[in-house]
């Protein structure tokens, strides 16, 4: 059973930058970063395989948004710069035990995720 709780979300500035933080307890194959702002559905933002270390960032948030993983592979990060208010939401943690080829962007490919940390960012 994995277990997934994020932290680090808070009320920031345009242009500011935040850290989100996910303690991890299990195996995983995969894990990921959604979000989903108010109103709106979820969406991925980053992800990353837990063996290889190989990372996509969603276009949307290229170049100001990064994925990793500590050595110990307990704690996923989130480092996020530039921030727009179009990032504000609630950021989810999420990760899959499974091997397979589904899309990282889509919800259904994780069977776990955290309760979620909000971000605010103000203009």
């Known amino acids: 059973q994995v277990q997934l709780k994020e932290s680090g979300g808070g009320s920031v500035q345009a242009g500011g930058s935040l850290r989100l933080s996910c303690v991890v307890s299990?195996?995983?194959?995969?894990m990921a970063w959604f979000r989903q702002a108010p109103g709106k559905g979820r969406e991925g933002v980053a992800r990353?395989?837990?063996?290889?270390?190989?990372?996509l960032i969603h276009r949307s948030v290229q170049g100001r948004f990064a994925i990793s993983l500590d050595n110990a592979k307990t704690t996923l990060y989130l480092q996020m710069n530039s921030l727009k208010p179009e990032d504000t939401g609630v950021y989810y943690c999420?990760?899959?035990?499974?091997?397979?080829?589904?899309?990282?962007?889509?919800?259904?490919?994780?069977?776990?995720w955290g309760q979620g940390t909000q971000v605010i960012v103000s203009s």
């Open positions: 999420a990760a899959t035990t499974q091997s397979d080829t589904k899309p990282s962007f889509e919800e259904a490919t994780y069977n776990y």
């Open positions: 299990g195996y995983t194959d995969r």
């Open positions: 990353i395989y837990t063996s290889s270390l190989q990372t």
